[in-house]
């Protein structure tokens, strides 16, 4: 009852922040403060901020908001100059793989090494996104205690990077047929071909980096095994740096088509025609 959330982006006008208000002068029923919190505070209307902008120059005692947002530069400024600001960033890979270990600990359930890092890869940095992939896995694999990289793949629909490398070989020896043949083949075996093309964009900017300059990339913050980051190493060798962005340029414009394409791989088709077959 001390804890109220409100959603800003279907609550934005000044009379949802004045039922806010008349809610603040109640004291909190059994803890000492009473929190507030308003999700995605940039959508507020002008009028319902400038609203809630004196309840925030003198708040109760026992109140205390939180506003959250990704868009801070949306806010007006006077309500920022009144707030301690918190940045939260996108975690390492490594430090995704530490939690997910200690909570299937926690769970008695283990995991093949590369499992839990075939999580974290495709977590994109975020923890919550971890957490949901690994909880799916936990529900679908139940009553089993060790959990192998293989259900992860059968489970989530995502192709490990081992298959990613293999995949990226193609492209570099322009075998446009094998290429496509394994497009259809990990569909037919049920990945999600967009989920597939994110971790393929997001191996190929890893590459990237590590040609622009070697520091960009090591063990620590790749997530990738040593023999991994070997593979990556040799194939980045092998690439021009222009290579590589016209790479990305192709794959990126894919992912985006996929889901609007009739034929869900002819984007992927497409893009691996534009590379393989490109005159340098």
Known sequence: ?????????????VDDVRQLIEGIKFAPVKSKYKIFIIDECHQLSKSAANALLKTLEEPPAHAIFLLATTESHKMIPTILSRCQKFDFKRLQITEIIKKLEFI???????????????????????????????DECMSFSSGKSFIETKDIK?????VEVGEIAKFVDLLISKNTKDAIAFINLIMDNGVDLQEFTKTLVFYLRQELL???NTSFLNLQNSGLS???LEKMKSQTAALDQKDLQKML????DAENKIKYSAIAQLPLELAIINITQQQN
Not at 115 to 122: F, G, P, Q, R, Y
Not at 154 to 158: A, D, F, K, S, Y
Not at 249 to 252: A, P, T, Y
Request: hydrophobic share 45%; no cysteine.
């Open 249 to 252: 340029e192709f794959f990126i």
């Open 1 to 13: 009852m001390d804890l109220i959330e409100i959603d800003a982006a279907s609550h934005t006008g």
């Open 210 to 212: 590590l040609k622009i």
């Open 226 to 228: 040593g023999q991994e």
């Open 154 to 158: 059968e489970l989530l629909g995502i």
């Open 104 to 134: 299937s600990k926690k769970e008695n359930i283990k995991f093949d090494d590369s499992a839990l890092s075939l999580i974290a890869l495709n977590s994109r940095g975020s923890f919550r996104d971890a957490e949901s992939l690994l």
